[in-house]
């Protein structure tokens, strides 16, 4: 499948479309203690990324008893929202003490999604939290320079060949130089954007979602020790579920 296929949604720049905009309404269980998990030496789990065989980048102990999956977009308002909300409580709380462990899996919605998610994977496991972290902090002004750009200039990108398409969408938000800044250098970006074989992990990782659960309801979508979560968008209503796999009631 060519890339491309994304355009018709990188050109309408629909910042909500395909992102999963239910929020449930579960309270927050009163905070218990966790047993703590033996950290690596001279760190903690936070400090452990690997990449993992659906193309995904997992954080913390691999022998977590809780094993969270998160597909999330970086074009999406609402992964974005979960970033700032949960992640911080997610990592200080759960995956930094060994009992929970967080995978990240990209699933692009569109031309600019995929275009970023390269720009994250760039620098491998190491660099992916911190450079999709950014990316979401970041959102609304390099979103913002794409829906300023010419429509007539953003539809001509589909008729670039794949190796060059992502270089030249990076060029609207200026992917690039903001990559630069962050340890990325233009060279290496420039490598990872006409990367075939990493644009068609990401699309396959993307397709490989709805297949795998064919009721996906867009992002993010949360699965937990296998299970598909149903409603779950926000911190609130993730946190209790966690709890309750780790068998803390609080």
């Not at 491998?124 to 911190?130: I, M, S």
């Not at 490989?208 to 149903?230: E, H, K, R, V, Y």
Request: aromatic share 8%; glycine share 8%.
């Amino acid at each position: 499948m060519k890339p491309s296929v994304f355009l018709a949604c990188a050109v309408g720049i629909v910042a909500i479309a395909g992102c999963n905009s239910k929020q449930g309404n579960l309270a927050t269980n009163a905070p218990a203690e966790l047993k703590q998990a033996p950290p690596p030496k001279g760190g903690d789990w936070t400090q452990v990324v690997t990449e993992t065989p659906s193309g995904g980048f997992m954080m913390g102990n691999p022998n977590a008893k809780v094993k969270l999956i998160e597909y999330g977009s970086l074009t999406c308002p609402h992964c974005k929202a979960f970033d700032d909300e949960g992640v911080p409580s997610l990592l200080s709380k759960y995956v930094k003490s060994g009992q929970v462990s967080w995978e990240f899996r990209n699933y692009v919605r569109d031309m600019f999604d995929l275009t970023a998610s390269l720009i994250a994977r760039c620098n491998g496991a190491e660099g992916f939290f911190p450079l999709s972290r950014a990316l979401y902090n970041d959102q609304a002004m390099w979103m913002a320079k794409i829906q300023a750009a010419p429509q007539d200039q953003l539809q001509a990108l589909e008729n670039l060949p794949p190796n060059q398409e992502f270089l030249q969408a990076a060029k609207f938000p200026e992917l690039q130089s903001w990559a630069a800044l962050r340890g990325v250098p233009t060279s290496k970006s420039t490598a990872c954007l006409t990367d075939e074989n990493a644009i068609n992990q990401l699309i396959q990782m993307t397709s490989d979602a709805t297949t795998q659960f064919p009721d996906f309801p867009g992002t993010p979508t949360f699965i937990l020790n296998g299970t598909m979560l149903d409603k779950t968008a926000t911190w609130d209503v993730l946190e209790p579920q966690i709890r309750n796999a780790l068998g803390e009631r609080g």
